[in-house]
């Protein structure tokens, strides 16, 4: 237990947001940004800490340093995740070269960012991340295309009647390409669209998560490459 995990403002009305953080100074500025937008903050400084907070308070979203004491963070994802707990998941990492590698471990991490980062983008890439999950959740009609059905209220996606588990950027990824079946988007109009800040991360991205997705969605991925441009969907893609 660190001395500094105490809430602020537990009861705020944007909800918790859960920094895990060992590093004090940073955890301080993020609560310190994070409070004044009117989140209540959670500091954890451990990972065996992070997993306890973020089973107990259910933040709307984590803040996840990836070197952490304990347990690290990827660690602490994996074991969330493995709980069927998707809370948004936005890695911190001091290395530029370990964004790869925690893509590469499909821990459903929804977004990431790069040490050093100011409070500012910090912030900014939270409010991203909790946005994208609250916009699918207003429109109530469930989309369908083929075997798939994605229902935006629960936020569950069916295949063939069969459940199958997405991240919440995977979620609103496949949503919005069935929001407008046979549109062609290109890499850095999903990019704007569905992560909401094209400048920040790279085309990549969208890759890897249409990867992710394709393999969750199996035969009855509607999602069709679109070559030099990008990606859409359509109710037989292999036409
Ligand atoms: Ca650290």
Known sequence: MSSFGQSSTPESARGVILVVEDEQAIA???RLYLSREGFGVHV????????????????AAIVLDVGLPLIDGTEVCRQLRGEGNWTPVLFCTARDDEVDRIL???LGADDYITKP???RELV??????????VIAAQNEAPLVM???????????????GSPVALTATEFDLLAHLLSQPSRVFSRDQLLSEVW?????VGTRTVDVHIAQLRAKLGDS?????????????????HE
């Open 117 to 119: 980062f100011s409070p």
């Open 221 to 237: 991925s509607p999602i069709r490459t679109v070559r030099g441009v990008g990606y859409s969907a359509e109710p037989d893609p």
């Open 44 to 59: 954890a400084a451990d990972g065996e800490e992070a997993l306890r907070a973020a089973r107990t308070l259910h933040p």
């Open 124 to 133: 900014a890439r939270v409010k991203a991340v909790l946005r994208r999950s």
């Open 28 to 30: 301080d500025l993020l």
């Open 104 to 106: 590469g471990l499909e």
């Open 196 to 200: 909401g800040y094209a400048a920040v």
């Open 146 to 160: 083929g075997q798939v059905r994605v229902d935006l209220v629960t936020r569950r996606v069916d295949v063939a």
